[in-house]
């Protein structure tokens, strides 16, 4: 994803649970055609947001 202006918290930046890799693949339900995880309290005080300026480049995999 090339980002064509500034993201940040506030707009709904991208939300990471760091190691959440590491248990394999995670599967729950489609929302408004977006994937969704059930996430336990714990694990929602442990989301990182991946802020973004205008022009960066942010890639990443599902899989």
């Not at 959440?20 to 336990?40: K, Q, W």
């Amino acid at each position: 994803m090339d980002t064509l202006t500034d993201i940040n918290k506030d707009l709904g930046a991208l939300e990471i649970l760091p190691g959440s890799h590491l248990g394999g693949l995670r599967t729950d339900h489609i929302e408004n055609g977006f994937g969704m995880v059930a996430l336990t309290e714990d694990e929602k005080e442990k989301l990182i947001s991946v802020e973004v300026k205008k022009g960066d480049a942010l890639i990443f995999s599902s899989f």
